[in-house]
């Protein structure tokens, strides 16, 4: 199986070296790098997702399978969606943000939901509106976004559609999720859930 150097560099930031040995009665997940060309049909819409359990945390990462012309195997692995397990579970928030988009500063955001403070008094979201707007590390997400709920603190609401920039927005939340809970990540932690 052969890995782009973005791939390669993407999982040796995710995962420090693992200097515990295994017993050999441990299981690994293996996979060949190439597949018979009977069942390779299988595997060219396969919506594939790793998962990775860290603390109250789950980490689904959306992996996708091309199969080149000579049936070699080239897995390409995204950012994940951050789940919260403790209580309801749930995308994971990122709540420090100062971005004004539309008469609305986006007090928090998820890939699932979007906490919203009106900038004027009295400013309320439409039933199905369109948001465009620049995350802190400028990449451009453009929604649709539905009210769910209306407090004196400001509007709750569902992201029904992300029109540009999902992959982009899971990359940031993941970012800030690993920044947050650096210590989860630390000494291979997480490599020993993955195998």
């Given at each position: 199986m052969d890995f782009s150097n973005e791939e390669v560099n993407f999982l040796a930031e995710l995962f420090k070296p693992n200097t515990k040995q295994r017993s050999p009665r441990d299981h690994m997940l293996t996979m060949k790098s190439s597949i018979p060309a009977s069942i390779a049909h299988l595997f060219t819409h396969a919506n594939l997702t790793?998962?990775?359990?860290?603390?109250?945390?789950?980490?689904?990462?959306?992996?996708?399978?091309?199969?080149?012309?000579?049936?070699?195997?080239?897995?390409?692995?995204?950012?994940?969606?951050?789940?919260?397990?403790?209580?309801?579970?749930?995308?994971?928030?990122?709540?420090?943000?100062?971005?004004?988009?539309?008469?609305?500063?986006?007090?928090?955001?998820s890939s699932t939901g979007i906490f919203l403070k009106p900038l004027k008094s009295g400013e309320s979201l439409k039933k199905l509106q369109h948001m465009s707007f620049i995350l802190p590390n400028k990449e451009s997400i453009s929604i649709d976004v539905e009210p769910v709920r209306q407090s004196?603190?400001?509007?709750?609401?569902?992201?029904?559609?992300?029109?540009?920039?999902?992959?982009?927005?899971?990359?940031?939340?993941?970012?800030?999720?690993?920044r947050q809970y650096a210590k989860l990540y630390e000494d291979g932690q997480l490599i020993e859930q993955l195998i």
């Open positions: 790793l998962l990775a359990e860290v603390a109250n945390y789950q980490l689904w990462f959306p992996l996708q399978l091309k199969i080149d012309e000579l049936g070699v195997i080239n897995p390409t692995l995204s950012a994940p969606e951050v789940i919260d397990t403790k209580g309801t579970q749930r995308s994971w928030r990122w709540s420090e943000l100062n971005i004004k988009s539309q008469g609305f500063n986006i007090e928090s955001i004196s603190l400001g509007i709750a609401a569902k992201i029904t559609q992300i029109h540009s920039g999902q992959e982009q927005l899971r990359a940031y939340l993941f970012e800030e999720h690993k």
